[in-house]
């Protein structure tokens, strides 16, 4: 295993154990906000990694760096509107996802930027020396991208992701009842398109130009941030 892929597997480790359960935590504390207290009473309105850890979700993020947690438990009855509560609860998680990326690209785009940066990016560029500021630098662009490929995947419309939910608000209950009777079949095809999307090329997967795209407006928004000057 080479250095880069190692440090892509470290970032998909603190991805799992530090970012999911801010992805989840947001759920439940915008269900708690929405006026459902079921997850904060089974203990899910919390940053511990332990209390949302899936041994699938977390085996397939290690993997092939898309993965998820548990499911945050919600009662859409409890909530003071049902539909947007669903929709808004639902759409936490990926906003999450999205908002660690920035904070991970901003983190890169500052230290890239400072004497200490530069330098650990030059050493490795010209003469192969890796270093801790260098890892750091890495890691956070992994980061990046590990990040917006949960919030992208998260979105997919398709049960039980969290954009099949987002997609509730704006279908009829019709639909949903449709949706219910169908949800073994819909799980069946919920695994092989996982399994499709971490077969075909890149070219041909439409999850890697939506992540290319949403990663490019991240690293633009912190274009601003000031260069080195050697």
């Not at 990046?144 to 969290?162: E, K, S």
């Not at 279908?171 to 971490?198: C, K, P």
């Not at 941030?225 to 050697?230: L, S």
Request: with cysteine.
């Amino acid at each position: 295993m080479d250095y880069r892929q190692t440090i892509l597997i470290l970032s998909e480790l603190v991805t799992l154990l530090l970012v999911l359960p801010v992805h989840e935590c947001a759920h439940a504390l915008v269900a708690k906000w929405y006026g459902d207290d079921t997850a904060e009473r089974m203990g899910r309105l919390t940053l511990n990694p332990i209390a949302h850890l899936d041994p699938l979700g977390a085996l397939l993020m290690v993997t092939t760096g898309f993965g998820w947690a548990k499911p945050v438990p919600v009662n859409p009855l409890r909530f003071k509107k049902q539909r947007q509560g669903i929709a808004v609860v639902s759409l936490a998680g990926p906003v999450s996802n999205i908002l660690a990326a920035f904070v991970a690209a901003f983190a890169y785009a500052v230290i890239m930027h400072s004497k200490a940066g530069w330098e650990a990016y030059h050493n490795y560029s010209y003469h192969g020396e890796t270093s801790p500021m260098f890892t750091t630098l890495l890691l956070l662009i992994y980061l990046v991208q590990v990040n917006v490929g949960l919030a992208i995947f998260n979105m997919i419309p398709i049960p039980p992701l969290d954009g099949s939910k987002v997609l509730s608000y704006f279908t009829s209950s019709e639909f949903d009842r449709w949706a219910y009777r169908h949800q073994r079949e819909i799980q069946i095809g919920f695994l092989v398109f996982i399994l499709a999307m971490n077969v075909i090329p890149s070219k041909y997967n439409p999850l890697y130009y939506i992540r290319t795209a949403v990663s490019d407006l991240i690293w633009a928004s912190v274009s601003w941030i000031p260069e080195y000057k050697n």
